[in-house]
């Protein structure tokens, strides 16, 4: 991958790269109250449970009526996060209208060219269609790629600076927690609110991704929504899958004493390093435990 295509896939995958350092980061936090039992072997279980959950039920409904583009809820277990989370599969609409959306600056784009279904979120706000730079930091969303039932789900949030978020609360910003291990064992598992689904995820890997570096875009391909297909390429390698889990062994930040197998979903979360914008990556790796049908 040369030079050119490597800021280009960049640019398209996190967006928020073109923050200024010193207002924005991508970066992650968390929200939740009960623990999940957690599956110690690989693939998920499945649970249909008689529980209607009407409260997660309320939730979804309520959240879909706003914006049918809405996907659902992500939440930490402990309270670090709780985010609603959205998704654009294109700069046009289902009828066939193009979305409003807007550049970080605030100028409303008339000319979609050159953009894509995840531009459409990064600075407009899911609940009211404006540009949001200050209050929100746009929304949370789901890579236009993906499928919610693909092997990778990526979610991106941003990160915000001191100057532009005193209390550390807002979007991804409380991910920062997660780059120490002792916050590690208080934020470990996460829950995703879907229509008709709950799902129980573990965090295995925190790691750095280094745009300046070329080893990343070759081994650490985590915006891979299949992570044995390259979609940009348009290549399959049956072994990628593997060697992106020997690759993340070697730069993860702290061990986590889990592991992630070639038989694992996962729910990958990409925000900003504070103060690196567009050059250092925060990636947090999750492993899907639970299902519950509800």
């Given at each position: 991958m040369n030079n050119s295509n490597?800021?280009?896939?960049?640019?398209?995958?996190?967006?928020?790269t073109l923050v200024l350092a010193s207002l924005f980061g991508y970066m992650f936090y968390t929200n939740a109250s009960?623990?999940?039992?957690?599956?110690?072997?690989p693939g998920p279980v499945i649970i249909n449970n008689d529980n209607d959950y009407p409260e997660y039920r309320k939730l979804w409904d309520d959240n879909h009526?706003?914006?049918?583009?809405y996907v659902g809820d992500l939440f930490f277990d402990s309270g670090l996060i709780n985010v609603s989370f959205v998704q654009?599969?294109?700069?046009?609409?289902?009828?066939?209208?193009?979305?409003q959306f807007y550049t970080e600056d605030g100028r409303l784009v008339t000319n979609p060219a050159g953009y894509t279904g995840n531009d459409v979120y990064i600075w407009t706000y899911w609940k009211t269609g404006e540009y949001d730079y200050n209050d929100n930091g746009g929304s949370v969303?789901?890579?236009?790629?993906?499928n919610i039932d693909d092997q990778n789900v990526i979610i991106y949030g941003h990160h915000f600076s001191v100057w532009n978020d005193e209390t550390r609360k807002k979007a991804f910003t409380p991910l920062e927690q997660l780059m120490e291990k002792k916050n590690y064992n208080a934020n470990q598992t996460a829950t995703m609110i879907l229509e008709n689904e709950i799902r129980k995820y573990e965090l295995v890997y925190v790691y750095e991704f280094d745009a300046r570096q070329d080893k990343f875009f070759n081994d650490f391909q985590y915006w891979r929504t299949d992570y044995n297909y390259d979609d940009y390429s348009g290549t399959r390698d049956s072994e990628y899958y593997a060697n992106y889990i020997k690759a993340i062994e070697s730069e993860k930040l702290y061990d986590t004493g889990k592991k992630l197998t070639t038989n694992d979903k996962t729910l990958t979360l990409q925000t900003c390093i504070s103060?690196?914008?567009g050059e250092l990556f925060e990636i947090l790796v999750f492993r899907l435990a639970e299902t519950i049908n509800y």
């Open positions: 490597k800021k280009t896939l960049i640019i398209t995958l996190t967006a928020v009960n623990t999940p039992s957690v599956n110690p072997g009526k706003i914006n049918s583009d654009a599969k294109s700069v046009y609409k289902e009828n066939g209208d193009m979305y969303f789901m890579d236009y790629r993906n103060g690196y914008t």
